[in-house]
C-alpha cells in the first residue's frame, strides 16, 4: 500500500526543475540546430581543428559551361575581418564565356531542401574587374536543377554583401550550391550563405525548424549552454591564442555581433564551430522557449580529464572581467557598453540572467576553488543577486569528488554541479542518492545525466531516478539529461536525446521521459510511504498527479481505490506501464488525451496516469500486489 498524505507539505518543486543541457557536441550546431546549410561557408577549416580538414573542405572547385580559373583558400590582409582570417580567392578566365567557381555538398547527403519552400542566399564579394556576373545554383546529387538559378552582379573591390532568394522546385536531401564567376580577373568570396527562410521563431540567422520544435515541446525550465567540456578547451589547445588566431578557449565575445565578423574556432570534440549559433541567439532561444538561460564560463583551470591550471594572473583577470562583461550584456541597460550592443542585435531589453555556473567538471578542486573564489567574490560585488554555480568534478564519487564538496561546503557555495553517466542498474538502485545530503549546505544543479542507452529500459530507470530527485527537491533544485542533440553521422557520444540528419529529426524514449517531467512540474511534494498496512487518508483537495514506473516487473496490478475500497483506477500492465483503465465509480468517465475523466455532479475530474489532475473529495489509496513468485 502506498499512502500518501495530502495535508502533509513536502518540499517545493522549483518551476525550473528539469531542463536542457544544449553542447556543441555531435555536432549539435553547425549541420543542427544552427539552420545554416552551408558547410564551411568562411572556408575556415584547418588541419587544426581535425587532421582530415582542408580550407576547402566541403568544396569542389567547379566548371560552369565549359569555364576556367583556378581557386585558392588565403589569408592575407585582403580579409574581410580580422576574426575572419581566411577568404577564396578566384581567378577566373573566361574570356569567351562559361563561369568558374566552388560547390558546397553541406552536411550529411547534402542540402535538403523542401519544394516550394524559400532559401535565402547570400555572399560577401568584392573583385578586381570591375563587375564580375555570378551565377548561384542550387542542383541535387544527380545536377538537377532544385530551384531557378540566380544571377548576381559583383560589383567593385570592397567587400560587399550580396543576397538572393531560391524557391525550391522540389524535395531533395542530396542538393548542392555553386557559386560561379563568370569573365576574368580576381573574384573574392567569403560568408557564402543559404538559409531556410522558415526558421524557429522567425529568427533570421536563426535555428532548424524540427530540432528548435522538439526542444521547446521539452517545455524545459532552463537552458545550460554552451558546454560541457566545450568551454574547456583550454584542455585541449592552451587557453589563449593570441588575436584571433585559432584554437582559443570557448570566449562568449567571439560569438555575437555581425556573423561575418565572428570568429570561428578549433572545437573540443575534433571538429570546427562557426560561432554562428552564438551567446546571443542562445539567450533568444532561451527567452522564445520560457526557459532560464545558464551559461557556463571557463575558469581557467582544465576538467575533462585533464590537469591544468593557468598561472597567469592576467589572463584570469581579463576572463573575470570578460564574465562580469557577460552579465551587463544579458541585463545591463542600453546605456551600458556591453547592453548597448545586445540592444544593437535587435534586443534592446534585458534577457534576465540570474544563474551562471563557473567552470565544468574541473577535477583540480583546489586550483579550481582558488579561481571561483575569485570569479565570484567579483560577480558578487557588481551582482549579487546573480547564483555564482560551481561544480563537483567530473567523477560523482571518490576523492576529488569528496575534496570538491568539502571545498563547496566550506565556501558556502550556492549551487554545486554534479555530473554522472551510469548504467541503468545504478539509477534504480541510487534512487536514494539525495535523501541523504545536507538539507542545510549547497543546493544540486544535476547538470549531466543519462544512463547508459537509448533503450526503453534506459528511460524507464531514469524517469524511476527522477522521482528520487523529486522526492529531494529541496536539495536537487535544477537536473538535465546530457547531451541533448546527436547528428547520426558525426557521432562523439552516445547515447543522446535527440537524434537527426540533414533532414529529419527523432526523439528517443529517454527524450519522452524527460518531455513527460518538464511538461508536469508539480507545485510541491505530497509526501507517500509504502507500507504493508493500508492506512486511511484525509481528503486531497486541489490538484494531485500519479505515477508509476513498474521497474522491477514485479507488480501486475496496480489499484486507485476510494475510503470505502471503490476501485477507481487499475493498472495490471498487461499493456505496458501506466496503462489504466478504469473500473466501476460514481458518474460517467470517458477518456480524453489518454487521461481518464470523470464527470460527477456537474464538475469535471481528472486523473492522468502522471501530471497534474484535478481530483477532490475523495480518499485515494494506490494498492500494489506483487507479482506470485
Ligand atoms: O555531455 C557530454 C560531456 O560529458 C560533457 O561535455 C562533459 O561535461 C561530460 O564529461
Redesign the pocket.
Known sequence: TLDIDPTARGPEIADEMYGI?Y?D?NRAADGGLYAELVQNRSFEYDRVDNPAYTPLTAWTTTAVAGGAGSAEVVGDAGRLHERNRHYLKLSLDNPAGGAYGVTNSGYNTGIAVEGGERYDFSVWARTDAGSTPLTVRLADGTGELTARPLRLDVRGAEWAEYTGTFTATGDSTTARLTVAGGGSGTLALDMVSLFPRDTFANRPNGMRKDLAEKIAALDPGFLRFP????V?TGSHYGYEAPNWERARSYQWKDTIGPVEQRATNAN??GYNQSYGLGYFEYFQFAEDIGAMPVPVVPALVT??GQNRATDDPELLRRHIQDTLDLIEFANGPVTSEWGAKRAEMGHPEPFGLTHLAVG??ENLPDAFFERFRQFRAAIEAEYPGVTVISNSG?DDSGSTFDRAWELNRAADVDMVDE?Y?NSPQWFLENNNRYDSYDRNGPRVFL??Y?SQGNRFGNALAEAAYMTGLERNADVVRMASY??LLANEDYVQ?QPDMIWFNNHESWGTANYEVQKLFMNNVGDRVVPSEASPTPVVNGPITGAIGLSTWNTSAAYDDVTVTSADGEVLLRDDFSGGDAQWTHATGAGSWSVQDGAYVQSDAGATNTMVTAGQASWSDYDLHVKATKRAG
Open positions: 543541457f553542447e557536441i558546454g560541457g567540456c566545450l574547456n573540443f570534440w576538467g575533462c565544468n567538471e567530473p555530473h553517466y547538470g549531466e543519462a546530457a547531451p557520444w
